[in-house]
Nanobody
Framework: QVQLVESGGGSVEAGGSLVLSCAAS????????MGWFRQSPGKEREALGT????????RYTDSVKGRFTISRDSAKNTLYLQMNNLQPEDTAMYYC?????????????????WGQGTQVTVSS
């Protein structure tokens, strides 16, 4: 089992930045894939990007590429999402996810564990 707790959400003006954190606990050694998703009211959940924990390689969806960066501090078992140049359309609940045993980033449904989410609101 893996437990995930996000933090760092809040309100920011357009053009601003935020850093979200995701503290992982439990059987974290089996998490080969971790990543971030977001969901706003009335919209489907959107995958933002993944980090392969074996080499810290990352991949991003086009809508955030160049603005968002996923990183990890393995000593702290913490995943981060650095968000720059935030825009009102980035307003959403942001979720951290982990794959768990046998789950890899290349799988379509890799996420098996989820945090409770942290709200990000961007005003124009």
């Amino acid at each position: 089992q893996v437990q995930l707790v996000e933090s760092g959400g809040g309100s920011v003006e357009a053009g601003g930045s935020l850093v979200l954190s995701c503290a992982a606990s439990g059987t974290t050694a089996i998490n080969y894939c971790m990543g971030w998703f977001r969901q706003s009211p009335g919209k489907e959940r959107e995958a933002l990007g993944t980090l392969y924990t074996m080499d810290n390689s990352t991949r991003y969806t086009d809508s955030v590429k160049g603005r968002f960066t996923i990183s990890r501090d393995s000593a702290k078992n913490t995943l981060y999402l650095q968000m720059n140049n935030l825009q009102p359309e980035d307003t959403a609940m942001y979720y951290c996810a982990a794959g768990g045993r046998g789950s890899y980033c290349w799988m379509k449904q890799w996420a098996n564990y989820w945090g409770q989410g942290t709200q990000v609101t961007v005003s124009s």
